[in-house]
DNA sequence: CTCCTTTAGGTATCTAGACGAGTGGGCGAG
DNA sequence: CTCGCCCACTCGTCTAGATACCTAAAGGAG
């Protein structure tokens, strides 16, 4: 039966210039958007649109395939197409690195992901030094070679987060900061245990699409940004100490900051 | 003759399980990466991509669409697909709406704009009163009705950002931030003359892909994520007295904060 | 010389069909 | 009753071609 015709889905408008296509996602993302469809619900298949709509396979999932570029919906082989969830967001307030946060002792991260009931991983660690690149170098202030430190984070086993913080050799080599676990606080801590005290932390953020490399570190559905923060922190003396390179799951995150009106 | 041969592509892997269409995606995304194609170039025409791996024309469409999903690229009907050029961005610095810009009178936007080099435009005026949504009026503090300011932010010709203010009418109504130009420093200044000094803002940050809305408001090409603002003004008394909905072309900005490590 | 038409070469859309491969339920053998 | 196989349904990939429309440059009419 043609139970698709029972009001869920309209009909072509032939005389319409616009492709049959972009018509058929009009009313997919309408219904979707009008609850339709809920989170998570499976839309119609590919060959009952193709039964309801009299047009062939490729143009239905042509359609398809404009809704996942706007990361509505989400196909998985041998199931159906669905309707993609809005996943909980993670809120990363201004002040995540303020010092009284630090001298609690776990990472913000931890500490964070528990308050609010899920389960917090940190992953892929990866500690060496390397060649600094042409723009954490300039951050940095004219250096040649940086301690990077690599790491995933995941909440309840879904990558979220990407981090790869780069620190001068002079400030890092030979500290704790140079070890898989830098202890507690952090390597924020650290550096104002060698006598850097922290002044302020400048931040800037993009959004863009991700890399083939992204969407499988951070196994992102298609459809998905990422945010790319560049956080840069200088110690009281002006020094730029450290630079921290974070590639976010944009579906995963509000950042959020609160600014003085002075 | 098949010029492309040449060595700026190379050949399919038949032992692969990788699709086709995704080898010759990779193919054509490594030579971009390594300036094999430079930015505003025009990549081998399908039917030339055809001829040289030897598939049908659908396949090297769908190469096309996934760099077009990454962003890399763009088609243009009639004259080729084209690597997408990064366009030069635009920096949001977080004291943008510190009193003494304010005090100088034009709107930040205009200011920056005008310093940068680029002609600024402000299009689509419109202010008028409505029923706050659920979100507003939250924010607000349980406020039914709202004035609401809509307008379109151009650089150079190019829509980059489409935001709207919203205030409690109990603010607004009747004075000139109800006009269509509120007079120098915007409605910050005028907020301020009526007594609500500014203490403080709340900017929230998302990023996701745009609504076809949005992809038509801001002239968006596929593969370019919208930033979306949302920035909560606070008085002194810790009352919010605007709540500013803004979004932007991904590719037009970066956004920059400075916090301080206390 | 200017303007319009033609034409070649692009992409956009659509069709019809084939085969591959993941998923899950039903059913028969044991 | 349980286990394992098979099959129906689903999306993924690919082919081969038809038609439409857009763009730019060449060439002809005026």
Chains 1, 2 share one sequence.
Do not use: W
């Not at 609850?35 to 009299?54: D, N, Q, T, W």
């Amino acid at each position: 039966m043609p139970s698709l015709s029972s009001g869920l889905l309209g009909d072509l408008d032939p005389t319409s210039d616009r492709a049959v296509f972009r018509q058929i996602a009009d009313q997919l993302r309408e219904a979707i958007d009008r609850g339709r469809f809920k989170e998570g619900e499976k839309l119609p298949s590919e060959a009952e649109l193709v039964e309801h709509y009299g047009v062939s396979r490729m143009t239905v999932r042509n359609s398809f395939s404009v809704l996942q570029g706007e990361g509505l919906v989400h196909a998985e082989h041998g199931k159906g197409v669905f309707v993609r969830p809005r996943p909980p967001v993670r809120r990363l307030a201004s002040d995540r690195f303020a010092r009284r946060h630090r001298e609690q002792g776990k990472s913000a991260f931890i500490v964070e992901a528990d308050a609010a009931g899920s389960h917090p991983q940190v992953d892929s660690l990866e500690v060496k030094e390397e060649k600094a690149s042409q723009d954490v170098s300039t951050r940095l202030g004219s250096v040649r070679r940086v301690l990077a430190r690599r790491r995933r984070y995941l909440l309840d086993g879904r990558p979220v987060e990407f981090a790869t913080s780069y620190l001068p050799l002079d400030i890092a080599r030979g500290t704790s900061i140079a070890e898989p676990n830098p202890g507690p606080g952090g390597i924020y801590a650290r550096l104002e245990e060698l006598g850097h005290r922290l002044d302020h932390f400048e931040e800037e953020i993009r959004a863009r699409m991700p890399s083939p490399d992204e969407v499988r570190t951070l196994r992102l559905a298609s459809g998905v940004p990422v945010i790319h923060l560049i956080r840069t922190a200088f110690d009281q003396e002006g020094r730029a100490v450290e630079v921290c390179d974070t590639v976010m799951a944009a579906d995963a995150y509000v950042l959020s900051y609160q600014l003085p009106a002075t």
